[in-house]
């Protein structure tokens, strides 16, 4: 069984939109786009190497892949370049008709059951950049093992979000982490089981602990 993993640029507050460039999704009229380049260096392009070492397929949605596939094919040289234009991308559409990108497969119907069927296969792991919509498919029906962020040192305050439709809850590990010298924080995240709850309450709460929970159950 493989696993399905989300690479993800995140801001301070969540959003995902558009941080390649103002022209990727000015959807909903978001005028940041391009967010992460002013904080990209080397550091950062070491860690896509990094995590793009081992083998993988894609897995998109309709309009990443038309990002992608308008970019990449025509880039030659580079670690991601010969990554994303050899290996196989799967692409969930149900507009999307003709797929130029070479080794592309289309997903048209019953998403969330093909892509359960894929991660089920034997083969490379699948790795989804961008794809927003995507993303709240896959952790609405439980499909993401994890979750590799690089979160960006900036609020945005509107814009598509990576729990844009919430998430079920689920415990996750940290793999591992570090900082690039411009602040921004890489952390891997691999899920664990479930959310584990505590309390500091005392044993023996207080005359005015007491009279707190019981307001509170008659508020709800």
């Not at 692409?91 to 999307?96: A, D, H, I």
């Not at 699948?126 to 439980?142: F, M």
């Not at 207080?206 to 159950?217: G, M, N, Q, V, Y």
């Given at each position: 069984m493989r696993k399905l993993i989300i690479l993800t640029f995140m801001s301070l507050d969540g959003?995902?939109?558009?941080?390649?460039?103002?022209?990727?999704d000015p959807t909903g009229g978001f005028k940041y786009g391009g967010w992460v380049f002013p904080h990209f260096d080397e550091f950062l392009g070491k860690e896509m190497d990094k995590q793009m070492r081992d083998p993988f397929d894609l897995l998109l949605g309709r309009k990443t892949y038309e990002?992608?596939?308008?970019?990449?094919?025509?880039?030659?040289?580079?670690?991601?370049?010969?990554?994303f234009n050899n290996t196989k991308k799967y692409?969930?559409?149900?507009?999307?008709e003709n797929l130029s990108w070479q080794n592309s497969v289309l997903i048209s119907d019953n998403a969330a059951l093909e892509i359960k069927?894929?991660?089920?296969?034997?083969?490379?792991?699948?790795?989804?950049?961008?794809?927003?919509?995507?993303?709240?498919?896959?952790?609405?029906?439980?499909?993401?093992?994890?979750?590799?962020?690089?979160?960006f040192p900036i609020t945005l305050g509107k814009g598509k979000c990576l729990f844009e439709d919430g998430a079920i809850p689920v415990g996750f590990k940290l793999l591992e982490s570090s900082v690039s010298p411009n602040g921004v924080i890489v952390a891997s995240y691999a899920r664990s089981g479930e959310v584990k709850t505590g309390s500091f309450g005392t044993d023996n709460p207080?005359?005015?602990?007491?009279?707190?929970?019981?307001?509170?159950?008659e508020e709800h």
């Open positions: 959003v995902i939109q558009a941080p390649g460039g103002p022209e990727e990002i992608f596939a308008a970019y990449w094919p025509y880039i030659k040289e580079g670690t991601i370049a010969v990554k692409v969930v559409s149900r507009t999307l069927k894929l991660k089920e296969q034997s083969g490379p792991d699948l790795q989804v950049h961008g794809s927003g919509n995507l993303i709240q498919t896959l952790l609405k029906h439980d499909l993401v093992d994890e979750l590799w962020l690089k979160v207080s005359e005015a602990e007491l009279i707190r929970r019981e307001k509170l159950r």
